[in-house]
């Protein structure tokens, strides 16, 4: 009797179709049809293990357009041999008809693991996430990586990280998305990534010949499993750290979510050779485990990078060791603001706040280029979904709120993951400012900084690694690291620390996550932006040019 172990979900579609991730079924061409014919299907079980049906599989098509590097088109359909037998715990799902992903609240569901390093749960797992907005997306995942046919979903410690590749988001029991990739997992600020079942359904319908229906169903799921043999290589070279977990989640009945399947076999990625040899990455394995030593192509229930690349900004870093601090000790610190769908009924605030920045003149913000870039790429029309709030050391009231009339971003800043030198920007207000106690411009940087000098860094991120964002300005004092120690630390990341940046901050005090865009001051002139540590010194030149600052 062959045993079998899941490695993805899915959802049932059909009488006789599963929808799920291409990551999770592309295989290569010459081994196709062997790792077809070890695939299993169990549905109508809310155990991973036992009961159900199992079916053999028929076809597998997955998008030819789906991109194994970037994860682009991550959709696929399976078609079984013996066709599902309909009812309380075996149930197809509709698939979505609207042309964008809903806002709100999504259900994900599957036996991922519930934490970071813990074992798959043998029961059916279910957690609600919100949708983020697509620009929020795009920013937390840079590199262009996000496309029309992806969105996220997830936060505060509650996602499909490291979940069930494969299985089903649903929105008010219609399918949307379709479990595809993420990093980060099990963090505050984490999102994971789904493929967008509304961009891609003419596809899953054309290949799948499903006809439109608009009957409430309720979810189900598949799982596909490899034999003993396999099995038996997998659980002795590589222990369970792979299926992603629902993290956050509770136990879930398959009669609430009868259209769950899920695939077996998984535990960071790699690609089966043979009916007991898989090919993985080196460092997935444990250093005697020498069997397996090999970077795969294809990854197996879940999307990893072949490369993990430091970063050295990110967005929304905290204010770790800090403490409050009042708008009339900073008064030119400002919160950028972009318009959000709240998604509490109750939550009467539209604008979030993602970037700091600070206040040099009447009207000019300095800020960070990584931050504008997400406004300065929209079209002119939709700029009034941003703000800046001035004079206030909330984020959600007081204050003066101002639009974006000009923004003018440095030419020389690319952006990318070895480098954000050049990370600087400024945005023209209207109205104009008015100067008074809370709202007050700041001088500019004249000379060359000194390592060990102390500089405040002001903001409003997380004041721990896990924790929410506070509503009121904090403040902390961190010191000057010398550059050569600065450029050894990164020099070792492949980080390309330049004259324009500097590093500051001690052990439990920082700027990690914090405020990207916002001040960093010495001796209450400001030097830097915190997060990438700008130095203003070296780029007052184009400052001044461009505002006349």
Known sequence: EPSYMHFCGGSIISVEWVLTAAHCVKYPEDRFDEIMYMMRVRVGSHINNEGGTLHTVAKIIYHREFDSTKLNNDVAVIKVREPFEFGRTVQPIPLTNYPKVPGGIVTVSGWGTTTMFGDSPKRLQKVQIPILPQWECKMIYREGRITDNMFCAGRAMRSACHGDSGGPVVYNGIQVGIVSWGRNCQRPDY??????????????????????????????????????????????????????????????????FPYQEVLYKHFWGGSIISVEWVLTAAHCVKSESSALMSLASTTIGGAHSKRIKPNIVHRKRPIVGGSDAKITNFPFQISFQIYQEPVLKHDKNKYRHFCGGTIISVEWVLTAAHCALVIYRERQSERKNFLIR??????????????????????????????????????????????????????????????????????????????????????VQVPIWPQWECKYIYGRKEANITRNMFCAGRAGRSACHGDSGGPVLYNGVQPDFPVVYVNIYSLRDWIHENSGV
């Open 390 to 475: 001035a004079g206030s050391s909330m984020t959600n009231k007081g204050g003066s709120l101002h639009q974006i009339s000009d923004i003018i971003v440095h030419p020389w800043y690319k952006g990318e993951i070895t480098s954000y030198d050049n990370d600087v920007a400024l945005f023209k207000v209207k109205p104009l400012f008015e100067f008074g106690p809370t709202v007050l411009p700041i001088k500019l940087n004249s000379y060359p900084l000194e390592s060990g000098g102390i500089v405040t860094v002001i903001g409003w991120g997380t004041t721990s690694e896990f924790g929410d964002k506070p509503e009121i300005l904090q403040k």
């Open 191 to 256: 999102s994971g990534v789904y493929t967008n079942v509304a961009n891609l359904r003419d596809w899953i319908r054309r290949h799948s010949g499903l006809i439109r229906n608009n009957d409430k169903m309720i979810t189900s799921y598949f799982f596909i499993f490899i034999s003993n043999i396999f099995l038996s290589r997998l659980s002795n070279a590589i222990r369970h750290r792979t299926n992603r977990p629902i993290v956050g989640g509770v136990d879930a009945d398959i009669t609430s």
